[in-house]
């Protein structure tokens, strides 16, 4: 319909319904302000309005929606995680998955591909078959396999993996998926918006105000608002933030960097993931090759990405499969990772009354963007930890309890 | 950053060196509080700024001292080890690399 498309384009009055509504002003108070309007800061916006009838909300953005690294991850959904407190969680996020697109009325690409954790050496198949029964005690569908089953479903593999990794076996996840990061962001904000939630973009919060030890306002490049809940959601950010109301965390920020080929044929059905190799790779619904690897080794507030990254993935990715010499890549990029020491997040209730906090996700915060949502939002609106983030409490370190979820990064870090 | 100035090999590429994290000092274990010991075990500096880091020239296994600015990745000078213990006074083996 190029007439009607060019009538449109040409028309003042833009008929069809925008995503979002624009706010020209900031009211002067809210009852819960969310910094960030990534995943995550949107996920606990429409939860709180839609389970929890708190509409009167306001999320904060200083770049754009979903610009973080809500856009910029590699999209994976999983949980064959190793702990109880993991497992539960990240497989409470997986089924809330599943119904998101219907929930949204918004087309998210939800694509079951089945998920291999290749295993290159005893010790991690030794690994593997430890995730594998941790998984199947708490019902998720995970189960170590051999390298035959591994051949069978990646016919195109190069199973020594150029002679120097072969491939021994490996942990096969079957509900492993693959959505579209933006249109989350997208179908989660534009939900909030519905309900009364206010997003505003190009908003810097630039002070948080506190009073006897309680949150009491938050101060904006467009001006102060008075609230008495803050929650955080800002992924490399958050140290920043947590200067503001004087809380001290382990939270320190490395660059994690992934990158995109060329769309091909479709091949690669399922999500292959190699931990001694640092590589993880799926095929979108467009064709492209989407990959990643490993942290930055050192500690940067940049987004820049590297050559060195290009080079070391792209060989780790022909060791795998090797007639994919001839594709070029298309796109790299970087995001800021909040790395904890146990590789958990650091969730809810913080000794500032009022400030709550959804941060410490490293590399491994897109596919709880559903369950961060649901239980912050039960957070905020109780003032009490959701049962489902106990083990990921801000406390857990001066308590000495620390989670211990390093075996199931995706890639060693 | 891609050559940084090693104090005792001069320019070197930074693949290199190994990133040794922060330079911090500990409390004393037997007359420190536990909490005070669990912030300084776990937490640390996560906001961006010039800091004093430890870092390895892994080919000839020296450690040294540098001050990074982790916004830009630039640093600003490198130090001999010996100075952190004297509080690192800049000395000159220090280089600035972009």
Redesign the interface.
């Known amino acids: 319909m190029p007439y009607r498309l060019l009538r449109f384009g040409l028309s003042r009055k833009h008929p069809e319904a925008r995503m979002f509504t624009h706010h020209d002003s900031m009211r002067t108070s809210y009852d819960v302000v969310i910094i960030g309007a990534g995943g995550h800061g949107l996920a606990a916006a429409y939860y709180l309005a839609r389970d929890h009838g708190i509409r009167n909300v306001a999320v904060l953005e200083k770049g754009y929606l979903g610009g973080g690294n809500t856009g910029r991850n590699t999209t994976i959904i999983r949980s064959n995680y190793l702990t109880s407190e993991g497992v539960k969680f990240y497989d409470e996020s997986l089924r809330l998955w599943q119904d998101l697109a219907v929930d949204f009325d918004l087309n998210l690409f939800y694509s079951k591909r089945g998920h291999y954790t290749l295993a290159h050496t005893d010790s991690a198949m030794r690994t593997m078959r430890w995730r594998a029964e941790v998984n199947k005690h708490y019902g998720v569908r995970s189960e170590a396999v051999d390298a035959a089953f591994v051949k069978q479903g990646i016919p195109t593999i190069d199973m020594s993996c150029g002679g120097h990794a072969p491939i021994l076996g490996a942990l096969f996840h079957e509900p492993g998926a693959i959505a579209r990061h933006d249109a989350v962001a997208w179908g989660y904000g534009r939900g909030a918006d519905r309900r009364g939630v206010e997003i505003h973009q190009q908003t810097e919060v630039t002070g948080i105000r506190v009073q006897g030890g309680r949150v009491v306002g938050v101060d904006t490049s467009r001006g102060s608002i008075a609230t008495p809940k803050v929650l955080c959601a800002v992924a490399g950010f958050?140290?920043?933030i947590?200067?503001m109301v004087d809380l001290?965390?382990?939270?320190?920020?490395h660059p994690l960097q992934a990158m995109v080929s060329e769309p091909v044929k479709p091949w690669l059905d399922p999500i292959i993931v190699s931990g001694s190799l640092h590589v993880y790779v799926s095929q979108t619904a467009r064709g492209e090759l989407v990959m990643g690897a490993s942290l930055d080794?050192?500690?940067?507030?940049?987004t820049?990405p590297t050559l060195?990254f290009v080079e070391g993935l792209t060989s780790h990715m022909l060791d795998m499969f090797p007639f994919l010499s001839e594709v070029k890549v298309n796109r790299q990029w970087a995001g800021l990772a909040?790395m904890t020491?146990d590789f958990a997040p650091i969730m809810g209730v913080t000794p500032v009354e009022g400030f709550f906090l959804d941060a410490g996700w490293g590399t491994w915060g897109f596919k709880a963007t559903p369950v961060c949502g649901k239980t912050m939002s039960h957070t905020v609106a109780t003032g009490r930890n959701h049962p489902l983030i106990e083990g990921f409490t801000f406390k857990r370190?001066?308590?000495?309890r620390l989670t211990g979820e390093k075996g199931a990064a995706s890639v060693g870090h | 950053m891609k050559v940084m100035v090693c104090p005792l090999n001069g320019p070197r590429p930074v693949s290199e060196f190994a990133y040794g994290g922060e330079i911090r000092t500990s409390p004393n274990p037997d007359t420190c509080s536990d909490a005070e010991w669990s912030a300084y075990v776990f937490n640390r500096s996560g906001s961006p700024g010039a800091k004093y880091e430890w870092w390895c020239h892994i080919a000839s296994g020296f450690w040294f001292a540098v001050l990074r600015d982790t916004t830009r990745d630039v640093v600003v000078a490198t130090y001999p080890a010996e100075a952190v213990r004297c509080g690192l006074t800049p000395l000159p083996a220090g280089g600035a690399s972009a």
Request: hydrophobic share 25%; aromatic share 16%.
């Open positions: 958050t140290p920043r947590l200067d001290h965390t382990p939270i320190y920020v080794p050192y500690e940067l507030h940049s820049r060195d909040d020491p370190f001066a308590d000495y």
